[in-house]
């Protein structure tokens, strides 16, 4: 186990992606970075495994490539309900999909070779004001980053838990080996539920289930869908279902001062969106531009300011989610006017501006879901 240090200048606590990410992001700018986990690496979560276009954008600042030996790309997003399906292609460039261990191992390995200190196995049990307790060790730092994830720790620790609101679903996933039959992300829209169809190399696709029911499993919803059951049917499951709870959070706060919070610790929005690693790398990316500078608040701004356009996609699709009737009306006006689709993921990989998402998506979709 490689020995704790007493002082260093970033103390990361949590070693997922977020707090890989933000302890790279910190080394670029100079800074000697610690990172702690109670976990050995690598770290799983049942997620959908698919990076947007702007997440691969963001992971190339940060100097991670993502191979296609070590994923499946895809260019686009297709909507299916019953019979009827949407579609439309990523406006720049293809995004990327990847079991999440794959991604967490090429985090480990950018920041090993950038010099990260790495604690795994140490459970952190307090921050204090310039420092961090581990192990019956003080080490001091001059900032502690909380990267340890939805029921994060240190966002209690630093008073930081206030939110503005909250609402949870649940999430299940599985692999199988199955040659992928799209380049696009399906989602599949049934009742109580969604089901994501992510290619993650030339032979597996990931399976992802999201619902409000605790009690639903993958195999109690698939005869919901009985076209994706036909193309799982006698597929062989290479991995056991994994569970996870998928919350909606906004937080009055992210940073008390010296220690402030990044990826699920500081907010996160619902895994509907396929924005929560995204939303990660690029909060670590300007949280080590606000500690070059040594002004948090920089931060907070800037947090503020990429959480919008995902938690506003987050209500817009939910809104779909609970309502059947305006779901199926919905993606039957866009089916007939794909255009407005192009727009609508235009807007969600951030290649559009407000203005043009409303006038090019929202006001034609509403109109046209009113005259047919």
């Known amino acids: 186990m490689a020995p704790i240090p007493r002082s260093t200048d970033v103390f990361v606590i949590g070693g997922g992606p977020a707090g890989l990410a933000a302890a790279i992001a910190a080394r670029l700018k100079g800074f000697d970075v610690t990172v702690a986990d109670a976990a050995q690496p690598p770290i799983d979560k049942a997620c959908g495994e698919g990076l947007m276009p702007d997440a691969l954008t963001a992971l190339e600042w940060l100097g991670v490539t993502i191979g296609p030996d070590r994923s499946a790309p895809f260019r686009g997003i297709r909507f299916l309900d019953d ?4 579609e439309a292609s990523f406006p720049v460039r293809r995004g990327a999909g990847i079991r999440r261990i794959r991604l967490h191992q090429l985090l480990l390995d950018r920041a090993s070779e950038m010099g990260v200190r790495m604690l795994w196995g140490r459970r952190v049990t307090g921050i204090s004001d310039g420092g961090a307790s581990i192990a019956g060790h003080r080490i001091r730092c001059g900032w502690v980053i909380g990267a340890d994830g939805q029921n994060s720790r240190v966002r209690c620790w630093a008073g930081l838990a206030s939110a503005y609101s909250e609402s ?7 692999h199988y080996r199955l040659s992928p039959w799209s380049d696009r992300v399906e989602i599949h829209w049934g009742p109580r539920s969604q089901i994501y169809v992510t290619p993650v190399g030339a032979e597996e696709v990931s399976i992802a289930l999201l619902t409000r029911d605790s009690r639903l499993r993958l195999d109690d919803a698939l005869p919901c869908y009985p076209a994706l059951a036909r193309k799982l049917a ?11 709870v998928t919350v909606s959070r906004r937080l009055r706060r992210v940073f008390r001062g010296s220690t402030v919070l990044v990826g ?7 895994a509907i969106t396929g924005d929560g690693l995204c939303l990660s790398f690029r909060q670590a990316i300007a949280l080590a531009d606000a500690l070059a500078v040594g002004d948090l608040r920089s931060y907070e701004s800037a947090h503020r300011s990429l959480g919008w356009r995902p938690a506003f996609m987050g209500r817009l699709m939910l809104s779909l989610d609970r309502s059947s009737r305006l779901r199926r009306r919905a993606i039957k006006a866009l089916s007939s006017k794909p255009e407005i689709f192009a727009n609508l993921l235009a807007m969600h990989v951030g290649e559009c501006s407000f203005a043009d998402f409303l006038s090019g998506a929202m006001l034609p979709l509403g109109w046209h879901m009113l005259t047919t």
């Open 168 to 174: 949870s679903r649940f999430g299940f996933r599985r």
């Open 264 to 270: 699920d610790a500081s907010g996160s929005v619902d």
């Open 83 to 86: 019979n009827v399906s949407v």
């Open 234 to 244: 006698g597929a062989v499951a290479l991995t056991a279902e994994r569970g996870a």
